[in-house]
């Protein structure tokens, strides 16, 4: 939750203020006069407003996913899942998943990107929430599928002394493939070129 207090005039400066400084609209925040100072014959008062979040990022971050899937007129379930600094989001439409998805998970990593925006708009720094989406499980699936290949790759890198080029993967993607060769004496991982070009290379150490 955000808490700010304003030394103001007017309640409307304080909103005004609050609406600028936190990137949320008005509906979004509680406003309390705290103190009232009045100035001489009426003039010069002063006010102390304490501002807050009515609801919690994680809360309109599943509000938000609702909007989308109601604007795209898609019925679906979300469930959110929370451990300690993570939210995790996952949407199940079932016969419009893969729409969601997107090729390469294009169009799953363009909302996640928004989503973590919305939550993360409700917390101060040092509260921030690591916020991840997926669709269907399809990171998941797809995780489980990556590091088979890694291992498949890595094996065969090992055993020629031949580097491989591995190339349509997205950031999350080689990331993954990455971590699972991290640890391997006989390989070693890097990328190469400019998005969305980018390629994995895994070469013998």
């Given amino acids: 939750m955000i808490k700010r207090v304003y030394e103001v005039k007017t309640l409307e400066e304080a909103q005004e203020l609050a609406v600028k400084?936190?990137?949320?609209?008005?509906?979004?925040?509680?406003?309390?006069?705290?103190?009232?100072?009045?100035?001489?014959?009426?003039?010069?008062?002063?006010?102390?407003?304490?501002?807050?979040?009515?609801?919690?990022?994680?809360?309109?971050?599943?509000?938000?996913?609702?909007?989308?899937?109601?604007?795209?007129?898609?019925?679906?379930?979300?469930?959110?899942?929370?451990?300690?600094?993570?939210?995790?989001?996952?949407?199940?439409?079932?016969?419009?998943?893969?729409?969601?998805?997107?090729?390469?998970?294009?169009?799953?990593?363009?909302?996640?990107?928004?989503?973590?925006?919305?939550?993360?708009?409700?917390?101060?720094?040092?509260e921030t929430k690591t916020v991840v989406l997926d669709i269907g499980e399809y990171k998941s699936i797809r995780k489980r599928q990556l590091e088979k290949l890694a291992v498949t790759i890595g094996k065969q890198v090992a055993r020629t002394k031949q580097p491989a080029v591995l190339d349509n993967l997205n950031a999350y993607e080689r990331k993954i493939i990455h971590t699972k060769l991290a640890s391997w004496k006989d390989v070693k991982t890097h990328s190469e070129g400019i998005e969305p070009n980018r390629h994995l290379i895994i070469s013998p150490k």
């Fill in 21 to 126: 400084d936190l990137n949320l609209s008005l509906d979004d925040l509680n406003f309390e006069v705290v103190s009232e100072k009045k100035g001489f014959l009426g003039l010069g008062g002063k006010l102390t407003v304490e501002v807050s979040t009515k609801i919690d990022g994680i809360t309109r971050g599943k509000e938000y996913l609702k909007a989308i899937l109601k604007n795209m007129k898609i019925n679906g379930f979300i469930e959110t899942k929370v451990r300690g600094n993570v939210v995790n989001y996952n949407i199940e439409t079932h016969e419009n998943n893969g729409y969601l998805i997107g090729k390469n998970g294009k169009n799953l990593l363009a909302i996640q990107s928004l989503l973590v925006t919305v939550v993360n708009n409700f917390y101060d720094e040092g």
